[in-house]
């Protein structure tokens, strides 16, 4: 992926595929949901194909990862690496291994949550997490841990040799849609001023969206990436796919700006 001034885009196609699969049919395409998001300036894709097959399935993830590499862009595969295998779902680190995703994003999400709603926690037993997070590495992987802001014991995640952390904004978005983001903001700061010294690269998602993207990017400026997926595939349900990417993009130049 080009790397250009402000976080980069990448773009969640998840809620693509459970419109498709509500059907059991092809339509909408993600592949073709994915290829427009690209071609309108977005810098990657991300996807969190999950064992129960609800939204992106394993043959989703073949195909996108073949995409991305069509577009020299970056593939973002979240998931559980603890889920077990199961028919139609191969496990996290095979599946990785046949597409070779330019980044993984492990969540400790269980099987029948609905969406990621809370970090790891690091002060517990991590030898595990350790483990398999040296064997997406071994694939060529960047690995990034999802984390709340605020967390303890952070300095685990760069001993256990993790590259970058992405933040959960759930509670940002709460707070910024109540009128007062400033704590929120703040822990947020925390963790990425304790992230840094300890030379993990920062990310961050969940709940982000066109309204409260920009002061976020401009109150956090050393984020790197930013996933988005429900809030935008909402937003372009009014306005269409392409102009919502470009809107996405063009706010976070100005977070640059805001920035200098």
């Known amino acids: ?25 092809g339509e909408p395409d993600v592949l073709r949901a994915a290829r427009t998001c690209l071609s309108a300036g977005a810098q990657g894709i991300t996807v ?6 609800r939204h992106i399935t394993a043959e989703d993830v073949v195909a996108l990862s073949a995409l991305t590499n069509q577009f020299q862009v970056e593939f973002n595969v979240e998931g559980n690496p603890f889920a077990p295998p199961r028919a139609g779902y191969p496990g996290l680190l095979p599946l990785c291994e046949q597409v070779r995703p330019a980044q993984v994003t492990l969540v ?26 040296a064997g997406f590495k071994a694939l060529g992987c960047r690995v990034s841990l999802f984390v709340d802001a605020g967390c303890v ?31 929120a903001l703040a822990a947020c700061q925390a963790t990425i001023t304790e992230a840094t010294a300890l030379g993990l690269a ?31 595939i909402g937003e372009a349900l009014y306005e269409g796919l392409e102009i919502t990417i470009q809107r996405y993009l063009a706010i976070i130049a100005q977070s640059v700006r805001a920035a200098a």
């Open 1 to 25: 992926m080009v790397s250009e001034p402000g976080a980069a885009l990448s773009v969640n196609v998840n809620k693509i595929a459970v419109l498709r699969n509500s059907r059991g049919e």
């Open 48 to 53: 969190h194909p999950r064992p129960d097959r």
């Open 108 to 133: 400790p999400d269980a099987d029948g949550q609905l969406t990621s709603d809370h970090g790891f926690d690091f002060t517990a037993d991590t030898s595990a997490l350790a483990e398999l997070i």
């Open 153 to 183: 014991g952070l300095a685990r995640a760069a001993q256990m040799g993790a590259d970058r952390i992405e933040l959960y904004t759930g509670p940002y978005a709460a707070q910024w849609a109540a009128g007062a983001p400033e704590q």
């Open 202 to 232: 920062v990310n961050a998602g969940h709940d982000l969206s066109q309204d409260n993207l920009g002061p976020f990017l401009s109150a956090l400026p050393a984020v790197r990436e930013v996933s988005i997926g429900h809030a935008l």
